[in-house]
T-cell receptor, first 114, second 108 residues
Framework: DAGVIQSPRHEVTEMGQEVTLRCKPISGHDYLFWYRQTMMRGLELLIY????????DSGMPEDRFSAKMPNASFSTLKIQPSEPRDSAVYFC????????????FGPGTRLTVL | QKEVEQNSGPLSVPEGAIASLNCTYSDRGSQSFFWYRQYSGKSPELIMFIYSNGDKEDGRFTAQLNKASQYVSLLIRDSQPSDSATYLC????????FGTGTSLTVIP
């Protein structure tokens, strides 16, 4: 299996622009997670899906962030408008089961908002 | 208080020594615990998971869980320079919580 795939790997944008991050989970995994990692706050869970349905988005920092999972093999995380404080590494992870199961992480997208 | 607490380090040990990484958690409902290794600029990768009280060994790695004390640890025996990384502890119950990680450097 190719593992979790994320794109782009790096994104540099200007404040106010829309940013879309993409993720393809491991086939057969029913759970998909979006995380944000910064030096100050570590890994933070933003949102997770079960069978394409958003289950908990309480970690989404504000309304500028939105996530979708239109099918089992694709998810997006969108930031509109972006701000410099959104600069971080965003990881997507997937697992077969819920929190008691191993999560497999993608390579991450390093986002820089100028 | 964060759900999972780790000493951020840095922790330095000489090559061949035992590295001991510790983690405490606040949610008594947490059932499963995971140790991830993250190299600089890379994504977290799972090293071990543990569900039951006691020790679990896998090669040079031993995970220890004490639910009464709400304590999880990871021991790395015969530490190698390639073990130099940040180690993330995670606990799961109704949610999945990561600690902020402990930076380990193994000195040749």
């Amino acid at each position: 299996d190719a593992g979790v795939i994320q794109s782009p790997r790096h994104e540099v944008t200007e404040m106010g622009q829309e940013v879309t991050l993409r993720c393809k989970p491991i086939s057969g995994h029913d759970y998909l997670f979006w995380y944000r990692q910064t030096m100050m706050r570590g890994l933070e869970l933003l949102i997770y899906f079960n069978n394409n349905v958003p289950i908990d988005d309480s970690g989404m920092p504000e309304d500028r962030f939105s996530a979708k999972m239109p099918n089992a093999s694709f998810s997006t995380l969108k930031i509109q408008p972006s701000e410099p404080r959104d600069s971080a590494v965003y990881f997507c992870a997937s697992s077969r089961l819920a929190f008691g199961d191993t999560q497999y992480f993608g390579p991450g997208t390093r986002l820089t908002v100028l | 208080q964060k759900e999972v607490e780790q000493n951020s380090g840095p922790l330095s040990v000489p090559e061949g020594a035992i590295a001991s990484l510790n983690c405490t958690y606040s949610d008594r409902g947490s059932q499963s615990f995971f140790w991830y290794r993250q190299y600089s600029g890379k994504s977290p990768e799972l090293i071990m998971f543990i569900y039951s009280n006691g020790d679990k060994e896998d090669g040079r790695f031993t995970a220890q869980l004490n639910k009464a004390s709400q304590y999880v640890s990871l021991l790395i025996r015969d530490s190698q320079p390639s073990d130099s990384a940040t180690y993330l502890c995670a606990g799961s119950g109704n949610q999945f919580y990561f600690g902020t990680g402990t930076s380990l450097t193994v000195i040749p």
